[in-house]
């Protein structure tokens, strides 16, 4: 699994996350993540190789709630096994941004000692359980 970390000036900073991103308007989630893996890792990927795996949800977030404009986070777990070109921190690197390849067995160390924010240790336990039981 490659995961990256958030250059320190951003919310969550320095912590560690899988890569995507947001989905903006007009996108589906899988062009959402092809578009971001491009701009983030500089990597080609087929939206055809991006295999749902599963998903969090953050549905009472702080100071959320009707009439705050905050709305209920979810984030997608996509698989993906094939790409193209070799993965690297495109930015914020002069920020603290890294990459780093963890085993899947060790993810769920990883989530709980390396520091993630709280969806996406989520997603590593619930990933590691779905694979691994
Ligand atoms: N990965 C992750 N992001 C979370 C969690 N909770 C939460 O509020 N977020 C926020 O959700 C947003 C994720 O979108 P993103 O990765 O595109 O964010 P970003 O700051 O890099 O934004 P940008 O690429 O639009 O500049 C971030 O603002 C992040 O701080 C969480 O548990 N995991």
Not at 37 to 44: A, C
Not at 77 to 84: D, F
């Amino acid at each position: 699994m490659l995961l990256q970390r958030r250059p320190r000036a951003k919310h969550h900073g320095g912590l560690w996350e899988f890569p995507g991103g947001k989905v903006e308007d007009g996108e589906s989630p899988a062009a959402a993540l092809a578009r971001e893996l491009g701009e983030e890792l500089g990597i080609v990927v087929d939206q055809a190789d991006l295999v749902p795996m599963t998903f969090a949800v953050d549905d009472v977030r702080q100071g959320g709630g009707p009439g705050t404009g905050q709305r209920a986070l979810v984030l997608m777990l996509y698989l993906c096994r094939r790409w193209q070109g070799i993965p690297v921190a495109m930015e914020g690197v002069e920020d603290g941004a890294a990459l780093e390849w963890v085993a899947l067995a060790d993810m769920k160390e990883w989530a709980i000692s390396a520091k993630m924010p709280p969806l996406d240790i989520a997603l590593c336990i619930t990933f590691q359980k779905m694979l691994l039981a």
